[in-house]
């Protein structure tokens, strides 16, 4: 028969394995342990914890200077290789300002959706002049009482 359990598991090889920063499973896949085991161990003997390494990461000076030429986060992602959300939580973390792209400011104006309402404009066209949807637009014109212009036949 084989080894027992523990002649190759021992607190010696776990601390040697998670010295050189290995986790869980690289040490349980090394000594053909399962995972659970190797952390069992690891608790009973107190030896720290190796997490692993970050799978990305997003370098925050070229996030800035991208962010810098206009960019919006989905943009500088594609270039970077990465998703938006870790560009954005790069962003948010170094404290870089976001950029909108083609938008006015949230708050569209009432006196320009006014304007653009009484052109019989449809809230989709309103939308796509401001930068912004159509249900957006119909929200915000409902919420501030614009009523849709009806064509008289």
Not at 40 to 47: D, H, N, V
Not at 67 to 76: E, F, H, M, P, V
Not at 103 to 132: A, N, S, W
Request: charged share 40%.
């Amino acid at each position: 028969m084989g080894k027992k359990r523990d002649e190759w598991l021992t607190e010696a090889a776990v601390r040697k394995l998670a010295k050189r920063g290995k986790t869980d499973a690289e040490i349980g896949e090394a000594l053909g342990a399962k995972r659970c085991a190797v952390k069992a161990m690891r608790l009973r003997y107190g030896i720290p914890v190796n997490t692993p390494a970050p799978r990305y990461k997003c370098d925050a000076k070229k996030v800035a200077q991208l962010n810098a030429k206009g960019l919006t986060d989905r943009q500088i992602g594609d270039k970077l290789g990465v998703k938006a959300r870790l560009v954005r939580r790069t962003r948010q973390r170094c404290g870089i300002p976001c950029v909108r792209a083609n938008r006015e400011p949230r708050d569209f104006g009432l006196m320009r959706l006014r304007e653009l309402v009484r052109r019989k404009l449809t809230d989709r066209q309103i939308g796509d002049i401001l930068g912004r949807s159509a249900h957006s637009v119909r929200h915000f014109r409902l919420r501030n009482g614009i009523k849709k212009r009806t064509r008289k036949k």
